[in-house]
């Protein structure tokens, strides 16, 4: 059984860096796309990132595309996402998700497991 554990989260200033880790206690997610998404409050669940099981496909969104990276450690059953450049609109709660798929989807919907979000905030 998949079992997700996002931390990481803060309060840090604008243009600093922030690390965010998505494990799985049941040690499983090896197998698993994994995807990042985030909601600001009063806003719409936006997606972040993905990766495939492997971590030799990822996706992006434009909007954090050359500041955030996603990465995988399959021995640690642990997915990432560096944050770097950090503005006031990366302001969200972050919730990693897991799903046993073939392609990276930015759907929420299609993802079967979801953690409990970590607060990101960044002042300005």
């Known amino acids: 059984q998949v079992q997700l554990v996002a931390s990481g989260g803060g309060l840090v200033q604008a243009g600093a860096s922030l690390r965010l880790s998505c494990a799985d206690s049941?040690?499983?997610?090896?197998?698993?796309?994994v995807g990042w998404f985030r909601q600001a409050p009063g806003k719409e669940r936006e997606f972040v990132a993905a990766?495939?099981?492997?971590?030799?496909?990822?996706r992006y969104a434009d909007s954090v595309k050359g500041r955030f990276t996603i990465s995988r450690d399959n021995a640690k059953s642990t997915v990432y996402l560096q944050m770097s450049s950090l503005k006031s609109e990366d302001t969200a709660v972050y919730s990693c998700?897991?799903?046993?798929?073939?392609?990276?989807?930015?759907?929420?919907?299609?993802?079967?497991?979801w953690g409990q979000g970590t607060q990101v905030t960044v002042s300005s």
């Open positions: 049941g040690r499983t997610l090896n197998s698993y796309t």
């Open positions: 990766i495939s099981w492997s971590g030799g496909s990822t």
């Open positions: 998700a897991a799903a046993r798929i073939v392609a990276l989807t930015s759907s929420p919907g299609l993802y079967n497991y």
